[in-house]
Protein backbone atom coordinates (compact mmCIF):
# COMPACT_ATOMS: atom_id res chain seq x y z
CA UNK A 1 0.00 0.00 0.00
CA UNK A 2 1.41 3.56 -1.07
CA UNK A 3 2.18 5.87 1.66
CA UNK A 4 0.26 9.30 0.43
CA UNK A 5 0.77 12.68 1.50
CA UNK A 6 -1.73 15.39 1.60
CA UNK A 7 -0.98 18.93 1.19
CA UNK A 8 -3.31 21.69 1.15
CA UNK A 9 -2.79 25.65 1.54
CA UNK A 10 -3.65 28.18 4.23
CA UNK A 11 -6.78 29.07 3.22
CA UNK A 12 -8.44 25.70 4.24
CA UNK A 13 -7.88 26.85 7.64
CA UNK A 14 -7.46 23.85 9.01
CA UNK A 15 -6.58 24.17 12.85
CA UNK A 16 -2.94 23.39 13.69
CA UNK A 17 -3.25 20.78 15.78
CA UNK A 18 -5.09 18.91 13.28
CA UNK A 19 -2.59 19.66 10.67
CA UNK A 20 0.36 18.46 13.03
CA UNK A 21 -2.13 14.97 14.12
CA UNK A 22 -2.78 13.98 10.82
CA UNK A 23 0.67 15.18 8.91
CA UNK A 24 -0.83 17.51 6.50
CA UNK A 25 1.49 20.24 4.99
CA UNK A 26 0.15 23.14 4.77
CA UNK A 27 1.49 25.85 2.13
CA UNK A 28 0.78 29.51 3.53
CA UNK A 29 -0.20 32.28 1.00
CA UNK A 30 0.76 35.76 1.52
CA UNK A 31 -0.29 39.07 2.90
CA UNK A 32 1.11 42.34 2.49
CA UNK A 33 0.12 45.05 4.74
CA UNK A 34 1.87 48.49 5.70
CA UNK A 35 4.73 47.51 3.98
CA UNK A 36 5.55 44.01 5.67
CA UNK A 37 4.50 40.86 3.97
CA UNK A 38 3.77 37.79 6.41
CA UNK A 39 2.70 34.44 5.85
CA UNK A 40 -0.72 33.22 6.73
CA UNK A 41 -1.01 31.49 9.95
CA UNK A 42 -3.61 29.42 11.49
CA UNK A 43 -6.69 29.65 13.40
CA UNK A 44 -6.14 31.29 16.40
CA UNK A 45 -3.89 34.09 14.85
CA UNK A 46 -5.68 36.01 13.21
CA UNK A 47 -7.14 38.63 15.77
CA UNK A 48 -4.07 41.38 15.63
CA UNK A 49 -4.15 41.24 11.74
CA UNK A 50 -8.17 42.23 11.83
CA UNK A 51 -7.90 44.85 14.94
CA UNK A 52 -5.12 46.70 12.53
CA UNK A 53 -7.71 46.88 9.67
CA UNK A 54 -10.50 47.60 11.54
CA UNK A 55 -8.45 50.87 12.54
CA UNK A 56 -6.57 51.97 9.37
CA UNK A 57 -7.44 53.40 5.94
CA UNK A 58 -4.41 50.82 4.87
CA UNK A 59 -5.38 47.91 2.42
CA UNK A 60 -3.74 44.70 2.21
CA UNK A 61 -2.54 42.98 -0.71
CA UNK A 62 -2.26 39.21 -1.15
CA UNK A 63 -0.30 36.69 -3.11
CA UNK A 64 0.12 33.13 -3.81
CA UNK A 65 3.10 31.15 -2.32
CA UNK A 66 5.65 30.71 -4.68
CA UNK A 67 6.84 27.71 -6.71
CA UNK A 68 9.37 27.40 -4.53
CA UNK A 69 7.51 26.74 -1.34
CA UNK A 70 5.80 23.71 -3.38
CA UNK A 71 9.18 22.66 -4.37
CA UNK A 72 10.38 22.58 -0.96
CA UNK A 73 6.88 20.72 0.45
CA UNK A 74 7.03 18.08 -2.53
CA UNK A 75 10.87 17.11 -2.42
CA UNK A 76 10.44 16.87 1.47
CA UNK A 77 7.73 14.50 1.20
CA UNK A 78 9.05 12.58 -1.08
CA UNK A 79 12.51 12.46 1.30
CA UNK A 80 10.54 11.48 4.46
CA UNK A 81 9.30 8.14 3.11
CA UNK A 82 5.79 8.97 0.84
CA UNK A 83 5.15 7.18 -2.43
CA UNK A 84 2.54 9.79 -3.69
CA UNK A 85 1.29 13.28 -3.30
CA UNK A 86 -2.13 14.88 -3.18
CA UNK A 87 -2.36 18.30 -3.39
CA UNK A 88 -6.11 20.24 -2.77
CA UNK A 89 -5.59 23.84 -3.18
CA UNK A 90 -7.77 26.75 -3.27
CA UNK A 91 -9.99 27.71 -6.47
CA UNK A 92 -7.72 28.61 -9.00
CA UNK A 93 -10.14 31.41 -10.52
CA UNK A 94 -9.46 33.12 -6.75
CA UNK A 95 -5.54 32.46 -6.90
CA UNK A 96 -2.72 31.28 -8.47
CA UNK A 97 -1.86 28.87 -5.70
CA UNK A 98 -2.93 26.27 -8.16
CA UNK A 99 -0.51 27.52 -11.03
CA UNK A 100 2.38 27.90 -8.67
CA UNK A 101 2.24 23.70 -7.46
CA UNK A 102 1.40 23.19 -11.04
CA UNK A 103 4.70 24.38 -11.78
CA UNK A 104 5.96 22.77 -9.24
CA UNK A 105 5.24 19.64 -10.35
CA UNK A 106 6.23 20.17 -14.12
CA UNK A 107 9.44 21.32 -12.42
CA UNK A 108 9.97 18.20 -10.73
CA UNK A 109 8.68 15.94 -13.44
CA UNK A 110 6.69 13.52 -10.99
CA UNK A 111 3.74 11.80 -12.07
CA UNK A 112 3.52 10.73 -8.16
CA UNK A 113 2.49 14.34 -7.60
CA UNK A 114 -1.00 15.19 -8.51
CA UNK A 115 -2.81 18.78 -7.90
CA UNK A 116 -6.23 18.70 -7.59
CA UNK A 117 -8.15 22.47 -8.17
CA UNK A 118 -11.10 22.32 -5.54
CA UNK A 119 -13.02 25.45 -6.89
CA UNK A 120 -13.74 26.03 -3.30
CA UNK A 121 -12.17 27.97 -0.61
CA UNK A 122 -12.24 27.68 3.62
CA UNK A 123 -14.11 25.29 5.44
CA UNK A 124 -15.37 23.75 2.12
CA UNK A 125 -11.61 23.04 1.15
CA UNK A 126 -11.15 22.09 4.74
CA UNK A 127 -14.10 19.16 4.60
CA UNK A 128 -12.51 17.95 1.33
CA UNK A 129 -9.01 17.44 2.69
CA UNK A 130 -10.65 15.73 5.74
CA UNK A 131 -12.07 13.35 3.85
CA UNK A 132 -8.94 12.78 1.84
CA UNK A 133 -7.25 12.39 4.72
CA UNK A 134 -9.72 9.66 5.86
CA UNK A 135 -9.69 7.48 2.71
CA UNK A 136 -5.72 7.24 2.90
CA UNK A 137 -6.21 6.26 6.24
CA UNK A 138 -8.71 3.24 4.91
CA UNK A 139 -6.41 2.20 2.38
CA UNK A 140 -7.87 4.09 -0.42
CA UNK A 141 -5.37 4.76 -3.87
CA UNK A 142 -4.53 7.96 -4.98
CA UNK A 143 -7.02 7.55 -8.00
CA UNK A 144 -9.89 7.30 -5.53
CA UNK A 145 -9.08 9.70 -3.27
CA UNK A 146 -8.61 12.11 -6.47
CA UNK A 147 -11.91 10.87 -8.06
CA UNK A 148 -14.24 11.62 -4.78
CA UNK A 149 -12.28 15.48 -4.60
CA UNK A 150 -13.60 15.75 -8.15
CA UNK A 151 -16.76 14.51 -7.74
CA UNK A 152 -17.56 16.34 -4.09
CA UNK A 153 -16.25 20.08 -5.06
CA UNK A 154 -19.38 20.04 -7.52
CA UNK A 155 -21.38 19.66 -4.38
CA UNK A 156 -20.49 22.27 -2.06
CA UNK A 157 -21.97 25.90 -2.16
CA UNK A 158 -20.74 29.04 -0.04
CA UNK A 159 -22.57 32.47 0.30
CA UNK A 160 -21.15 34.94 2.10
CA UNK A 161 -22.62 38.65 3.23
CA UNK A 162 -20.48 41.60 5.15
CA UNK A 163 -21.13 43.87 7.70
CA UNK A 164 -19.31 47.11 6.17
CA UNK A 165 -19.26 47.81 2.05
CA UNK A 166 -16.10 49.44 2.46
CA UNK A 167 -14.02 46.36 2.41
CA UNK A 168 -15.09 44.95 -0.80
CA UNK A 169 -14.55 49.10 -2.22
CA UNK A 170 -11.24 49.21 -0.90
CA UNK A 171 -10.48 45.77 -3.01
CA UNK A 172 -11.66 47.06 -6.19
CA UNK A 173 -15.50 45.06 -6.16
CA UNK A 174 -17.29 48.01 -5.54
CA UNK A 175 -16.84 52.27 -6.36
CA UNK A 176 -16.58 54.40 -3.94
CA UNK A 177 -20.37 55.58 -4.69
CA UNK A 178 -21.72 52.38 -4.88
CA UNK A 179 -19.82 51.93 -1.38
CA UNK A 180 -21.34 55.49 -0.14
CA UNK A 181 -25.22 54.59 -1.78
CA UNK A 182 -24.60 51.33 -0.18
CA UNK A 183 -23.67 52.14 3.67
CA UNK A 184 -26.56 54.56 3.43
CA UNK A 185 -28.95 52.38 2.15
CA UNK A 186 -27.60 49.80 4.49
CA UNK A 187 -27.55 47.41 1.38
CA UNK A 188 -25.13 44.41 2.05
CA UNK A 189 -24.59 42.07 -0.74
CA UNK A 190 -25.35 37.76 -0.95
CA UNK A 191 -22.58 36.31 -2.70
CA UNK A 192 -21.68 32.81 -3.74
CA UNK A 193 -18.78 30.62 -4.65
CA UNK A 194 -19.74 29.19 -8.06
CA UNK A 195 -17.76 27.36 -10.07
CA UNK A 196 -14.45 28.66 -8.70
CA UNK A 197 -15.08 32.23 -8.69
CA UNK A 198 -17.36 34.55 -7.03
CA UNK A 199 -20.42 35.89 -7.99
CA UNK A 200 -22.85 38.54 -6.95
CA UNK A 201 -26.17 36.88 -6.14
CA UNK A 202 -28.23 39.56 -4.33
CA UNK A 203 -28.46 42.67 -3.08
CA UNK A 204 -31.05 43.46 0.11
CA UNK A 205 -31.73 45.94 3.01
CA UNK A 206 -29.89 45.06 6.22
CA UNK A 207 -27.91 41.90 7.19
CA UNK A 208 -30.24 40.07 8.95
CA UNK A 209 -32.07 39.98 5.52
CA UNK A 210 -28.70 38.73 4.26
CA UNK A 211 -28.20 36.23 6.16
CA UNK A 212 -31.73 35.03 6.39
CA UNK A 213 -31.55 34.52 3.17
CA UNK A 214 -28.68 32.69 2.78
CA UNK A 215 -30.00 30.13 5.56
CA UNK A 216 -32.84 29.92 3.39
CA UNK A 217 -30.39 28.67 0.51
CA UNK A 218 -29.04 25.37 2.28
CA UNK A 219 -31.26 22.22 1.39
CA UNK A 220 -32.76 19.99 3.34
CA UNK A 221 -30.86 17.20 2.34
CA UNK A 222 -27.15 18.71 3.84
CA UNK A 223 -24.91 17.13 5.35
CA UNK A 224 -22.24 19.24 6.82
CA UNK A 225 -22.17 23.33 7.40
CA UNK A 226 -19.52 25.48 8.38
CA UNK A 227 -20.77 29.21 10.01
CA UNK A 228 -17.28 30.98 8.61
CA UNK A 229 -16.84 34.43 10.12
CA UNK A 230 -14.46 37.23 10.83
CA UNK A 231 -14.75 38.31 14.19
CA UNK A 232 -18.19 37.66 14.63
CA UNK A 233 -18.22 34.49 17.09
CA UNK A 234 -21.72 35.33 18.90
CA UNK A 235 -23.86 36.35 15.95
CA UNK A 236 -21.53 33.21 14.01
CA UNK A 237 -23.34 31.09 17.54
CA UNK A 238 -27.02 32.03 16.90
CA UNK A 239 -26.83 31.01 13.24
CA UNK A 240 -24.96 27.67 14.46
CA UNK A 241 -28.15 27.57 16.65
CA UNK A 242 -31.09 28.30 14.26
CA UNK A 243 -29.28 25.84 11.66
CA UNK A 244 -29.04 22.74 14.16
CA UNK A 245 -33.10 23.52 15.12
CA UNK A 246 -33.66 23.58 10.67
CA UNK A 247 -30.82 20.75 9.75
CA UNK A 248 -30.95 18.26 13.11
CA UNK A 249 -29.47 15.50 10.97
CA UNK A 250 -26.32 17.63 9.40
CA UNK A 251 -22.79 18.46 11.17
CA UNK A 252 -22.57 21.76 12.01
CA UNK A 253 -19.35 23.44 13.04
CA UNK A 254 -17.92 27.21 13.23
CA UNK A 255 -14.57 28.05 11.49
CA UNK A 256 -12.86 31.46 11.07
CA UNK A 257 -11.90 33.33 8.51
CA UNK A 258 -8.00 34.62 7.84
CA UNK A 259 -5.84 37.43 6.38
CA UNK A 260 -5.84 36.55 2.65
CA UNK A 261 -10.02 35.73 2.64
CA UNK A 262 -11.02 38.30 5.24
CA UNK A 263 -9.09 41.48 4.01
CA UNK A 264 -11.59 41.49 1.29
CA UNK A 265 -14.92 41.01 3.65
CA UNK A 266 -13.94 42.77 7.00
CA UNK A 267 -14.58 42.37 10.42
CA UNK A 268 -18.20 41.04 10.83
CA UNK A 269 -17.93 39.09 7.34
CA UNK A 270 -20.14 35.91 7.35
CA UNK A 271 -20.60 32.95 5.25
CA UNK A 272 -21.55 29.74 5.29
CA UNK A 273 -19.79 26.89 3.38
CA UNK A 274 -21.51 23.52 2.93
CA UNK A 275 -22.38 20.46 1.03
Known amino acids: MNKIKIITDSTSYISKEYAEANHISIVPLNYTFDGETEKEGFPGEFHEFFDKLSSTN ?53 ERITIVDSNQAASNLRFLVEDAVEMV ?35 GRLTSFQSAVGSVLNIKPIIELKYGE ?72 IGICFY
Not at 65 to 80: V, Y
Not at 137 to 155: A, F, I, L, N, R
Not at 208 to 221: E, N, Q, V, Y
Not at 239 to 247: G, N, Q, S, W
Open 58 to 110: LFPTTSQPATGDFLLEFEKAFSQGYDEIIAILLSSKLSGTYNSAMLARDILGD
Open 137 to 171: KDGKTSQYVVSHMESKKHSMAIYFTVDSLEFLRRG
Open 198 to 269: LILLEKVRGKTKALKGIIGKIPADVEAISVSHILSEREAQKIKAELEYRHPKASISIDVLGPVIGCHLGAGG
